[in-house]
């Protein structure tokens, strides 16, 4: 398995509180992603990375911020957490641009009440 | 119309059975196509490319029409431990995410 790390795996937070999921990867891989998953929809792309400073906005990063210092992490913020953010969110890793085979993380399950 | 169709099942069959899914994409530019399966709560994981020639891997077969935009999966002999979500995936720049299809293997 790919080494990524996602944290928290679990987190309940209240509405307009900021929150920040974090993922770490070991596999060196340039580009890193971040996801949402939700009952009736696909993976939806939130944020992407595609090198250390280096990021640009999916189709639903309403609400979301990204921030990537290192090869190695790539964080997602919740400026105001609101229950239409409530999902499981998943880190991505690839070696090549275009989103060639993906390796995703273990998840973070989100809850915003 | 979403960009990747799937019926999103469940599709429950017995042991041994084979099962067929498909999946539809509306952008005829888009350039590979993947499966990926998702176990109950879990990641997904890639579980095979589709290539324009069709490919087999194991109990596994995907097939791509480009013609009319669908790609498809074929399982023979099922597995209990096949129960679970598989989805479509097309890549256009990105990847673009069917929201899956649910087996039930019932013994």
């Known amino acids: 398995d790919a080494g990524i790390t996602q944290s928290p795996r679990h987190k309940v937070t209240e509405t307009g509180t900021p929150v920040t999921l974090r993922c770490h990867q070991t596999?060196?891989?340039?580009?890193m992603y971040w996801y949402r998953q939700d009952p009736g929809h696909g993976l939806r792309l939130i944020h992407y990375s595609y090198g250390v400073k280096d990021t640009d906005k999916g189709e639903v990063s309403d609400g979301y911020s990204v921030s990537r210092s290192k090869t190695e992490d790539f964080l997602l913020t919740l400026e105001s957490a609101t229950s239409s953010q409530t999902s499981v969110y998943f880190c991505?890793?690839?070696?090549?641009?275009?989103?060639?085979?993906?390796?995703f993380g273990p998840g973070t399950r989100l809850t915003v009440t | 119309r979403k960009e990747v169709e799937q019926d999103p099942g469940p599709f429950n069959v017995p042991e041994g059975a084979t099962v067929a899914f498909n999946c539809t994409y509306s952008?005829?530019?888009?350039?590979?196509f993947f499966w990926y399966r998702q176990d109950c709560r879990k990641e997904p994981k890639l579980l095979m490319s589709?290539?324009?020639s069709g490919n087999e891997d194991g109990r596994f077969t995907a097939q791509l029409n480009r013609a009319s935009q669908y790609i498809s999966l074929l399982i023979r002999d099922s597995k209990l431990s096949d129960s679970a979500t598989y989805l479509c995936?097309?890549?256009?720049?990105?990847?673009?995410f069917g929201q899956g299809t649910t087996l039930q293997v019932k013994p």
């Open positions: 596999e060196n891989h340039r580009y």
């Open positions: 995936v097309v890549r256009e720049g990105k990847l673009i």
């Open positions: 952008n005829s530019a888009s350039q590979s």
């Open positions: 589709v290539y324009s």
């Open positions: 991505a890793i690839s070696e090549r641009t275009g989103g060639y085979e993906q390796y």
